[in-house]
């Protein structure tokens, strides 16, 4: 596991020098920041540094426009590293997080992360979800060596974020759907260690909501914790698959597209949310389909594949990368015809799991709507119409086998689109 130290506590803030100099010595340090985090916490973090002898620069990226996880920011952040031997403290969430991670990881150094909200899993991750060349992808990266988060800050965080937070944790739900439907077609068996250290907080935080949407202390303390034991398990894993699904791979075409409301960019916590309650009423629908007469469905040719795939990315340096992911796992003819005999025999069981997994559709809606998340499309500024797209695109851009592709190569992927507007 890459992280060595964590710590989660009231008055952590206080001890940020004494962390850093266990964990790395009298290095000096680069705190990275924007607008927004460095007022919170900035003053804070830079004197306990300095307090015990640790010299501090300062990297601050403006609180608006709201800095990107792109190669540019990124490039941003690993020249200020370089102009010495300096180890980055990044205060701040997702995206902060991201740019130092693949910046620290660009220069082969440690970095250390002051969380200041509970709104991402990534704090604790291994990889940096980035936007190269305008394709959204996880490159490959170390995580944090320091995990420090002060509860009292958590708390006092904005309500939007501790819900992009929530959001963020209640997709492990359908993550882990997904991942027991790639399990039970032998694409990619659970690790049981993994899955228990995912689940098992997840189900506790759902039953905090109400809790949490009070910002009560534990409660809060709970969902960081969740987060990071996600963070946890993709370092184990160095694969995001124990916590994401589908509901990401939707969220990363709503990313690339960049998916804004009231001129700022929709969180990534908030655009998992909306992914997250599609997925699970996908779900739900099959419990009740009768896919038994799947095999006079049609499907498409490679060709035709694709032909719709280059329609559907404008950027021919992102199609291109599609393609080859779509390729990798088109099935066509006897291949296809075998893959859905296997899913028509596992729908029993499948279904099953799906009962035992999900919470149901409504409920879940109720709990992520208390805490403040967006529970519909209209609610991050788009339409029924642009998660259908979403759902389209999330379905080509990675390898890992979700309900989409379930849905895709039984032939019933229009009749997903359309059932999804019923949520």
């Given at each position: 596991?890459?992280?060595k130290?964590?710590?989660?506590?009231?008055?952590?803030l206080?001890?940020?020098?004494?962390?850093?100099?266990?964990?790395?010595?009298?290095t000096?340090?680069?705190?990275?920041?924007d607008?927004?985090?460095?007022r919170?916490?900035?003053?804070a973090?830079?004197?306990?540094?300095?307090?015990?002898?640790?010299?501090?620069?300062?990297?601050?990226?403006?609180?608006t426009?709201?800095?990107?996880?792109?190669e540019?920011?990124?490039?941003q952040?690993?020249l200020?590293?370089?102009?010495?031997?300096?180890?980055a403290v990044?205060?701040?969430?997702?995206?902060?997080?991201?740019?130092?991670?693949?910046?620290?990881?660009?220069?082969?150094?440690?970095y250390?992360?002051v969380?200041?909200?509970?709104?991402?899993?990534?704090?604790?991750?291994?990889?940096?979800?980035?936007?190269?060349?305008?394709?959204?992808?996880t490159?490959?990266?170390?995580?944090p060596?320091?995990?420090?988060?002060?509860?009292?800050?958590?708390?006092e965080?904005p309500?939007?974020?501790i819900?992009?937070?929530?959001g963020?944790?209640?997709?492990?739900?359908?993550?882990?759907?997904?991942?027991?439907?790639?399990?039970?077609?032998?694409?990619?068996?659970?690790?049981?260690?993994?899955?228990?250290?995912?689940?098992k907080?997840?189900k506790?935080v759902?039953?905090?909501?109400?809790g949490?949407?009070?910002?009560?202390?534990?409660?809060?303390?709970q969902?960081?914790?969740a987060?990071?034991?996600?963070?946890?398990?993709?370092?184990?894993?160095h694969?995001?698959?124990?916590?994401?699904?589908?509901?990401?791979?939707?969220?990363?075409?709503?990313?690339?597209e960049?998916?804004?409301?009231?001129?700022?960019?929709?969180s990534?916590?908030?655009?998992?949310?909306?992914?997250?309650?599609?997925?699970?009423?996908?779900?739900?629908?099959?419990?009740?389909?009768?896919i038994?007469?799947?095999?006079?469905?049609?499907?498409?040719?490679w060709k035709?594949?694709?032909?719709?795939?280059?329609?559907?990315?404008?950027?021919?340096?992102?199609?291109?990368?599609?393609?080859v992911?779509?390729?990798?796992?088109?099935?066509?003819?006897?291949?296809?015809?075998?893959?859905?005999?296997?899913?028509?025999?596992?729908?029993?069981?499948?279904?099953?799991?799906i009962?035992?997994q999900?919470p149901?559709?409504?409920?879940?809606?109720?709990?992520?709507?208390?805490?403040?998340?967006?529970?519909?499309?209209?609610?991050?500024?788009?339409?029924?119409?642009?998660?259908?797209?979403?759902?389209v695109?999330a379905?080509?851009?990675?390898?890992?086998?979700?309900?989409l592709?379930?849905?895709?190569?039984?032939?019933?992927?229009?009749?997903?689109?359309?059932?999804?507007?019923?949520?």
């Amino acid at each position: 596991m890459d992280t060595k130290i964590s710590l989660v506590q009231n008055g952590a803030l206080q001890k940020v020098g004494p962390v850093f100099v266990e964990a790395f010595g009298h290095t000096p340090a680069l705190l990275i920041a924007d607008g927004n985090t460095q007022r919170v916490a900035g003053f804070a973090v830079a004197r306990s540094l300095e307090q015990v002898g640790i010299e501090v620069r300062q990297l601050v990226f403006p609180a608006t426009p709201q800095p990107y996880a792109d190669e540019h920011s990124i490039a941003q952040a690993r020249l200020s590293l370089g102009l010495d031997n300096s180890i980055a403290v990044v205060l701040g969430s997702g995206t902060l997080n991201d740019i130092t991670k693949r910046a620290s990881s660009e220069l082969d150094r440690p970095y250390m992360v002051v969380a200041t909200a509970p709104s991402v899993d990534g704090y604790t991750s291994y990889g940096a979800a980035v936007s190269i060349g305008g394709f959204k992808q996880t490159l490959p990266c170390a995580a944090p060596m320091v995990v420090l988060a002060d509860t009292q800050i958590l708390c006092e965080a904005p309500s939007a974020m501790i819900a992009s937070g929530f959001g963020d944790c209640m997709a492990k739900f359908t993550a882990g759907m997904d991942w027991i439907l790639a399990d039970l077609l032998g694409v990619q068996v659970i690790r049981d260690d993994v899955w228990t250290m995912v689940q098992k907080p997840l189900k506790q935080v759902y039953q905090q909501h109400q809790g949490i949407a009070k910002r009560e202390t534990r409660a809060i303390g709970q969902l960081f914790d969740a987060l990071s034991a996600s963070g946890f398990a993709m370092q184990i894993m160095h694969d995001s698959r124990p916590a994401s699904g589908a509901e990401h791979l939707i969220s990363h075409i709503w990313e690339m597209e960049h998916l804004s409301k009231d001129g700022l960019p929709v969180s990534h916590g908030f655009k998992v949310a909306v992914g997250t309650l599609a997925v699970a009423f996908l779900y739900e629908n099959l419990l009740a389909l009768d896919i038994s007469d799947c095999y006079g469905n049609p499907s498409e040719s490679w060709k035709e594949r694709e032909a719709a795939l280059k329609a559907f990315f404008a950027d021919e340096k992102v199609a291109s990368q599609s393609l080859v992911i779509a390729k990798s796992k088109f099935l066509e003819k006897e291949a296809l015809l075998d893959r859905r005999k296997q899913l028509i025999a596992l729908l029993p069981q499948l279904k099953e799991r799906i009962t035992s997994q999900l919470p149901p559709y409504q409920e879940l809606k109720h709990a992520m709507q208390l805490v403040g998340c967006p529970t519909h499309p209209r609610d991050i500024n788009a339409t029924l119409e642009d998660l259908k797209r979403a759902m389209v695109g999330a379905q080509m851009i990675r390898s890992r086998y979700t309900v989409l592709d379930l849905y895709y190569e039984l032939g019933l992927f229009d009749q997903a689109l359309l059932c999804i507007e019923g949520m």
